[in-house]
């Protein structure tokens, strides 16, 4: 490390730190990843409660800080905010970045608590990651969302309940938080400053966007900015919003895909978005077909390669339009009671329109699931079929036929099959579903965080 934050002197550090966080939520994210990251002087001190100007505010806790690290903690609490606000060029050294993956998990805090109750939630998130041999980073805090995203790195889906479980015995049951998984898979961050133009050449600024803000959230926003008559029709329906990203230094626009996130997406800050209609074909281009299935076999084939019992069958060699997969996962089939199975095939077809249209999976064994048509063992592939947009990757429609087989993923809102509805529903199906370490209705509700991002924004002057 080079200590560029020790080149600041302790006036222009805390100045720097006051830019940065300049609100209560900003300032809370950046005390409690400072508090995560381990930085001198914060884990037992009472810190102050954010008001006034904020080089004020940051004024009494380097003091704080001073006396458990002397300067090397201010130059700690600048690399940290470098890491959680990246848009903001910290002058400091970026904090330590680790490749492993991370768990992300929500916490949703009622709106009444305060700064030091806040605070002591992330502390008991520390304590549970250092229980388990994980470290935890805390992502980001935002009121506007509802809480606070603690990662757990190094932890896997398995160890998701058992997180969330000793998380809930850690806080104190009078704070009323809800605990869940997130739907992403990365530690989430702001991704201030972001621009987006809107089909009309109006610039708009994304206020606070988290980078795990989907894509067609983004769209939907900017699109509420307009009159409802701006916006074209075709066929009766409203077309469609597309975003494509422009980067300062690159020439053209690239295509993004709606249903990824803004990270998955790899928008970074100062990029432009760029908001309009689709434009719709009468039907899909030769190319555009043979493109998209030759990047569906690719991306099959990278999920087996890295999920060993993951088998797969194609119908030819190089653009195949049929998948027959097999696995192995904890699962039923019809019996009284519903008898235990490990082995699955289904078939995974492609249609003609595909990629505009979804694609069809039919399980080719006996399976029992309320969302698996009993007689044709058809998949009512529900969150996927209503959001899914070409460019889905298809290594998430292996683990989602992975995850329905064990009832990881099942839907009890619309189902196929009425029988296999009317057990997982009831005590004695919930019962058998947790057995096998299915989630039960309870945790699906409370599971991952799938919800539309409230997008802020800010229409600029023209």
């Keep these: 490390m080079s200590n560029a934050g020790l080149l600041l002197d302790r006036a222009e550090a805390i100045d720097e730190l006051g830019r940065v966080a300049e609100t209560r939520e900003d300032a809370l994210t950046?005390?409690?990843?400072?508090?995560l990251a381990g930085v001198p002087g914060l884990e037992g001190a009472r810190l102050p409660r954010f008001s006034g100007p904020p080089r004020a505010y940051f004024h009494k806790v380097a003091e704080i800080v001073e006396q458990g690290g002397g300067r090397a903690g201010v130059s700690a609490l600048l690399a940290e905010a470098s890491r959680l606000f990246p848009g903001k060029r910290v002058k400091a050294d970026a904090a330590r970045e680790s490749s492993a993956p991370a768990l992300p998990i929500s916490i949703a805090l009622p709106e009444e608590l305060g700064d030091e109750q806040i605070l002591a939630i992330v502390k008991a998130s520390r304590g549970v990651a250092a229980s388990l041999g994980r470290r935890a980073t805390l992502d980001l805090v935002s009121r506007e969302e509802g809480g606070l995203c603690v990662s757990f790195e190094g932890a896997s889906e398995e160890e998701a309940e058992a997180i969330m479980r000793s998380l809930r015995a850690s806080i104190e049951p009078s704070m009323r938080v809800e605990i869940a998984r997130e739907s992403h898979a990365f530690r989430d961050y702001f991704l201030d400053p972001l621009q987006v133009e809107g089909p009309?050449?109006?610039?708009?600024?994304?206020?606070?966007?988290?980078?795990?803000?989907?894509?067609?959230?983004?769209?939907q926003a900017i699109l509420g900015a307009y009159e409802e008559e701006f916006w074209p029709m075709g066929k009766g329906e409203k077309a469609l919003p597309v975003v494509d990203l422009r980067r300062p230094g690159e020439r053209g626009a690239?295509?993004?895909?709606s249903q990824q996130t803004l990270h998955d997406a790899g928008v970074r800050p100062f990029d432009l978005l760029e908001v309009h209609p689709e434009r719709r074909a009468g039907s899909v281009n030769p190319f555009l077909l043979t493109e998209s299935l030759a990047m569906v076999k690719n991306q099959i084939l990278e999920f087996a390669g890295t999920h060993p019992g993951f088998e797969v069958q194609a119908n030819a060699l190089d653009v195949p339009t049929e998948y027959l997969v097999r696995f192995r996962a904890p699962g039923f089939a019809p019996g009284s009671p519903p008898r235990r199975i490990e082995e699955h095939e289904v078939l995974l077809v492609m249609p003609p329109d595909f990629p505009v249209k979804a694609p069809e999976a039919y399980f080719q064994r006996e399976v029992f699931h309320p969302n698996v048509d009993a007689k044709s063992g058809l998949v009512c592939l529900g969150v996927l079929a209503e959001s899914y947009r070409p460019g889905l990757h298809f290594g998430t429609v292996c683990q989602m036929l992975v995850d329905m087989a064990s009832y990881r993923n099942y839907e009890l809102r619309e189902f196929y099959n009425a029988e296999a509805h009317a057990w997982a529903a009831s005590p004695e199906g919930q019962a058998a579903i947790a057995s096998i370490g299915g989630r039960t209705q309870r945790e699906l509700e409370g599971g991952a965080a799938r919800r539309a991002r409230n997008v802020r924004i800010e229409r600029l002057s023209a």
């Design 30 to 35: 950046l005390l409690g990843g400072a508090i």
């Design 200 to 219: 009309d050449g109006q610039r708009f600024a994304l206020d606070h966007v988290r980078a795990s803000t989907r894509l067609v959230d983004v769209a």
């Design 254 to 257: 690239r295509r993004l895909f």
